[in-house]
């Protein structure tokens, strides 16, 4: 009834992992970034220039 499911080529099975892994993370950031608010985006990119010191 339940069979072993047996990679006889083990190691190409990471590869792909990784690859999941990595589109999950890239769609995710694409998906927030498409969501973004336009007032959230103009902070963000204004992040870098502002200065804390004065």
């Not at 993370?25 to 969501?35: D, E, G, M, T």
């Not at 973004?36 to 502002?50: G, H, N, Q, V, Y």
């Amino acid at each position: 009834m339940f069979q072993r499911v047996e990679y006889t080529e083990w190691h190409t099975l990471f590869p792909k992992i990784g690859f999941a892994l990595f589109a999950l993370a890239f769609i995710a950031v694409v998906w927030r970034i498409l969501r973004a608010s336009r007032s959230e985006m103009d902070r963000a990119s204004a992040m870098p220039l502002e200065d804390e010191n004065d």
